[in-house]
């Protein structure tokens, strides 16, 4: 698969740990490309909907991992997919932010935002 960075810059940056099992989370080795959802953290996907932002993770250099198993921990960066709704996502990402890639309606991973890119300087159109 293409990577993501190649249509694009990223939004923005999360570091992300996979909830195990126990938690709920993945039974299987989350692996690189896979669409998951966001969701943020003060949202019920329920009554709110979860948001097609989709991560790309990162080795330790910053460069995308190539397809296959992506570690349980580690960094991603984020491509909103909606440009329609850029303006409502620049209003809440910040550093800091906390939010959950999501399977469904399940968290599969804990994720927060640590780098604002292209969403910062994002006029909205």
Known sequence: ?????????????????????????LSRIPQQHTRWAFLYSEDDPQRDGAWDIWPEFLDSGGSPLPDGPV????????????????????????????????????KVSECEVTQVLALAGDDGS
């Open 1 to 25: 698969m293409k990577a993501y960075s190649d249509l694009g810059p990223a939004d923005f940056t999360v570091s992300y740990r996979f909830l195990r099992p126990d938690e709920g989370g």
């Open 71 to 106: 570690p349980t921990r580690g960094v991603a960066h984020m491509f909103i997919l909606s440009s329609d709704l850029r303006p409502m996502h620049k209003a809440r990402i910040r550093i800091g932010t906390k939010g959950y890639m999501i399977e469904g309606l399940r």
